[in-house]
């Protein structure tokens, strides 16, 4: 591997990344410095970067190679275990981390495709299940892309749990992240229309404002009355179409991302 470091004053930043991009750069690392950015392109191979450095002179162009990396370690690295709200601790499956008392352990897979559990509003998800699941509880994930909520439905005392979700790929993460679990999978490959009228007596989904607000009717149907919903995946800016259907919803936030749970 390579790299290409420049010092780029702020407005010359996204011209000179496109000429990068353009030059083969298989990523981009921004650093603040003082009064300029400072950009190191990173190479797979030496270039014939001659022209290159030529036309970037200004921005003081240093072309070096980097030692190996070992991309495994970095990663493991990278995701140590980590408490999530008041109740859970989201390992992964490398971790030697002891469970912290009183929590209870998720192991996830990071290097899995379908979410890392790091989004702010799969946290937002995995507090209002601490705070909403009950031992009776059966609970559908929809959209349940690497299993992790349905996993901490479980995890937090939820009788059943089931994961539905359109891709199979992801199913088959969600698959092997219930196994990492020593927990029995139990997936659907659709949508919440392929589940039955009430079978929920807790429904959480994690997608987008407008995937939500188009299955709403769907969610509302497999969850039984006095039973509950969990929504996020929407925006302060998408908020007020959620507020105007469920007035007395509680709403919790992080940054631009909100959670609303509310009783059906």
């Not at 690392?29 to 200004?58: D, H, N, Y």
């Not at 072309?63 to 992964?92: C, K, M, S, Y």
Request: aromatic share 6%; charged share 20%; proline share 6%.
């Amino acid at each position: 591997m390579y790299a290409l470091r420049l010092v780029c004053p702020p407005e010359e930043v996204d011209r000179v990344m496109g000429v990068l991009w353009e030059a083969g750069t298989v990523g981009i690392e921004e650093m603040a410095s003082t009064g300029a950015t400072v950009l190191i392109a990173v190479f797979e191979k030496p270039i014939e970067c001659g022209e290159l450095i030529e036309s970037l002179g200004r921005f003081e162009p240093v072309w070096q190679a980097l030692p190996p990396t070992d991309w495994e370690e970095q990663t493991r690295h990278a995701w140590p275990g980590r408490a999530i709200g008041n109740r859970l601790f989201l390992a992964p499956p490398w971790s030697v981390e002891e469970t912290p008392a009183g929590r209870l352990r998720v192991i996830h897979n990071p290097g899995l495709a379908c979410g890392t559990g790091e989004h702010p509003c799969t946290q937002l998800a995995l507090e209002a299940l601490e705070t909403h699941v009950k031992p009776d509880d059966v609970v559908a994930d929809i959209g349940t892309g690497s299993g992790i909520l349905a996993i901490a439905a479980l995890r937090l005392g939820a009788r059943f749990a089931v994961g539905a979700d359109t891709d199979e790929a992801a199913l088959r993460v969600a698959q092997e992240n219930f196994l990492l679990n020593q927990l029995a999978a139990r997936l659907v490959a659709g949508s919440s229309d392929c589940l039955r009228e009430g079978c929920a007596s807790l429904t959480v989904a994690n997608l987008n404002g407008s995937i939500l607000l188009s299955l709403l009717p769907d969610l509302i149907r497999i969850t039984r009355p006095g039973g509950r919903l969990i929504l996020t995946g929407f925006t302060e800016a998408e908020m007020g179409a959620f507020v105007h259907l469920f007035p007395r919803a509680d709403v919790s936030a992080s940054g631009p991302w909100r959670c609303l749970s509310c009783a059906v």
